[in-house]
């Protein structure tokens, strides 16, 4: 797998129309981005693999994350094998805990022991009849503990909702060789009204869940600066401005450890796909 260079995350390549999302796709694949990544909070997660699969030919197709709350690993571990034997290794298994008030919305005290269940879905894959390898896999780890377990057991980390200051500290966790492969939210305008009124209520609602709220504070903010969304916050996470503001964050986390960045554009219909924003960033790039 070529994971260098820099992806793309989108949850409307996962959720959006298939066909769109796949013309999008192939794409995506002739600007050059190395992989895309799309997120699982339910449904038919392996349909969008392989519908993003079949309509690439060089890119990695990576989850970010599959949600191990909804899924057996064994089911997964045949999923990745078939779709392996017909793409070749293209497919990234990233997986995730999740959250609590996700988990427990349905269920209510289900979301329990992080670590542990991540622990033995990861023997699951391992003891499926047709195994995940390891370096097909990566967690989406953002605390220390979730670190370690990825430079353990997988190829790597895919944080989520991070700073380069958390790719440094995330980097010095894992050592040298495992993959570290953070997200980075972009908006492309140069108006700090548009981008907050884009970009403000997407950030409050995943700084209502406690794992990104835990790790926010981790890294120097507040409970006021999450509570108002501050600018010193808002602008911390996500990168507004034009293509060289987003190509500078870019830089930063490479330069704080980063082997990839998957960078997702935010857009007023945070439902559509944004081509546009992928093309004028793909652009740039070259």
């Known amino acids: 797998m070529n994971l260098n260079g820099v992806g793309i995350w989108s949850s409307p390549l996962r959720y959006g129309d298939a066909g769109e999302a796949a013309e999008a796709a192939a794409e995506l694949d002739e600007l050059g981005f190395t992989a895309l990544w799309i ?12 519908n993003l699969l079949g309509a690439t ?8 994350i599959l949600n191990m709350w909804m899924h057996e690993p064994h089911d997964v571990a045949a999923a990745h094998a078939r779709l ?3 793409h ?7 997986l995730g805990i999740s959250h609590a008030p996700l988990i427990d919305s349905t269920e209510p005290g289900r979301y329990r022991k992080p670590l542990a269940t991540t622990k033995a879905f990861l023997d699951g894959l391992d003891d499926a009849p047709e195994p995940v390898p390891s370096d097909a896999r990566v967690l989406a780890a953002l605390g220390p503990k979730m670190l370690a377990l990825a430079a ?6 895919h944080p989520y909702l991070v700073t380069p200051e958390h790719t440094a500290a995330a980097r010095e966790a894992l050592g040298d ?17 548009q981008a907050r009124s ?7 609602g995943y700084l209502s869940m406690p794992n990104y709220a835990n790790n926010i504070r981790r890294l120097g903010f507040t409970d006021d600066d999450m509570e108002s969304v501050s600018d010193r916050l808002f602008d911390a996470i996500i990168a ?4 060289s503001t987003v190509l500078s964050r870019i830089d930063e986390h490479r330069a704080a450890g980063a082997d990839h960045v998957c960078v997702q554009i935010l857009q007023a219909d945070h439902r559509a796909l944004p081509r546009d924003g992928w093309r004028r960033l793909a652009a740039a790039l070259a």
């Open 57 to 64: 030919r060089n890119a990695v197709i990576a989850t970010g």
């Open 88 to 94: 070749g290794a293209r497919f990234l298994l990233g």
């Open 198 to 204: 884009i970009g403000e209520e997407w950030l409050r």
């Open 152 to 157: 353990e057991r997988t190829r790597g980390a």
């Open 177 to 193: 060789g495992p993959l570290l492969a953070p997200e980075q939210t972009a908006i492309l305008t140069g108006d700090r009204e």
């Open 84 to 86: 392996t034997a017909e």
């Open 240 to 243: 507004w401005g034009d293509e």
């Open 39 to 50: 997120p699982d909070v339910g449904g038919p997660v392996m349909d969008a693999v392989e």
